[in-house]
């Protein structure tokens, strides 16, 4: 199904098919969109919201991949009361099939890739299977462990940052002993690879310490001495042009202003915090590595303003487009 792209509509006692249907509302509008559109998730759900809203996007139930039409449907999970609780058993069920289904197709070759609308991590993990993130559910359903959370977003003015992450859902406790020289030189490798697909003319990595001001030589920590740099070097030799380690307080302000192409992270919150503030309604997840395309909106669930109507698409908008011009540039 070469010029599909899949939306699974994550928790749906959260924003995910509001932002989807409203996201969609911006898609229909260009005429020069070469792609369809699969949205996996509850069928009822969707149905209402779009009339509700109203989106009126043209839905049709999914049949075929030959037939007329841009946006479809299938339905996925449970079939959802119309009194559950935001928070319950079958929301997690709900969420955890579609994104299972959107990856299954896509492993398959159905979909180019999937954009994947938030989930609930605490809930889902109730329901008993070890669960850390859909990076990483995604990652061992395709059976790679070469991949990395890519988080890109920009400012009013168009200034990017682009982050990539060595360590992700883990306590903070445990990132020293989780930050290895050959995740740091697969997570540089991958930035790099990013750059390139995403067509920037160059690829200029800048990868942060892990302790305030780079350790100073040792002073305050010996994981930039031991681990990050022997890293760097060894991923210089293989071509790549890498820099660090540097504070990250200083290399978030150069990646800002255009000195780097792109930043690797040594855990989430080093990461994210900056590109939350510069990109918070437009940033993206993307997982680079799978055999798909996997991009999804940077922001949660937004229970407290679910069925409000006053969440904001613009990140799930965002996602897409990025999908669209990653599908573009995929043979």
């Known amino acids: 199904m070469k010029g599909w792209l899949g939306i699974t509509l994550g928790d749906p006692g959260g924003i995910g098919p509001e932002v989807t ?19 996996l998730g509850d069928a009822r759900i969707l149905r209402e ?13 999914f049949k075929s991949p030959d037939q007329a039409g841009r946006f479809f449907f299938t339905h996925t999970g449970p079939a959802l009361p119309r009194d559950f609780a935001q928070g319950s058993p079958i929301t997690a069920e709900s969420a955890m099939a579609a994104l299972t289904e959107g990856a299954r197709r896509a492993i398959a070759g159905e979909l180019d890739g999937i954009v994947t609308a938030p989930v609930n991590k605490e809930n889902i993990i109730k329901l008993g299977p070890a669960f850390m993130g ?21 400012d009013d003015r168009g200034r990017w940052l682009r982050v990539a992450l060595v360590t992700t859902h883990i306590p903070l406790r445990d990132v020293a002993n989780k930050i290895t020289g050959p995740k740091i030189i697969q997570t540089i490798e991958l930035a790099a690879q990013a750059c390139r697909e995403l067509g920037l003319p160059r690829a200029r990595i800048g990868v942060c310490g892990l302790n305030p001001h780079s350790g100073e030589g040792g002073k305050i920590g010996n994981e930039e001495i031991e681990t990050i740099t022997p890293a760097v070097e060894q991923a210089k030799s293989r071509g790549i042009d890498a820099t660090g380690p540097i504070p990250a307080d200083t290399l978030f302000y150069y990646a800002y202003n255009g000195h780097y192409d792109a930043i690797v992270a040594m855990y989430h919150d080093q990461g994210l915090a900056p590109l939350k503030m510069i990109g918070f309604e437009s940033g993206i997840n993307w997982t680079v590595g799978l055999p798909f395309i996997r991009t999804s909106p940077d922001h949660g669930t937004g229970y407290d303003i679910t069925g409000k109507n006053k969440a904001n698409p613009e990140s799930m908008l965002a996602a897409i487009n990025l999908a669209r011009q990653l599908a573009r540039q995929r043979p």
């Not at 898609?27 to 559109?37: R, V």
């Not at 919201?49 to 139930?61: K, Q, R, S, V, Y």
């Open 21 to 39: 249907l409203k996201a969609l509302v911006r898609i229909q509008a260009d005429n020069s969109d070469p792609f369809k559109y699969l949205i």
């Open 134 to 154: 859909q990076t990483e559910y995604l990652s061992e359903m395709a059976g790679t462990e070469r991949t990395a959370m890519m988080l890109l977003g920009a």
């Open 49 to 61: 919201l779009n009339t509700l809203l109203p989106a009126d996007i043209p839905l049709a139930e």
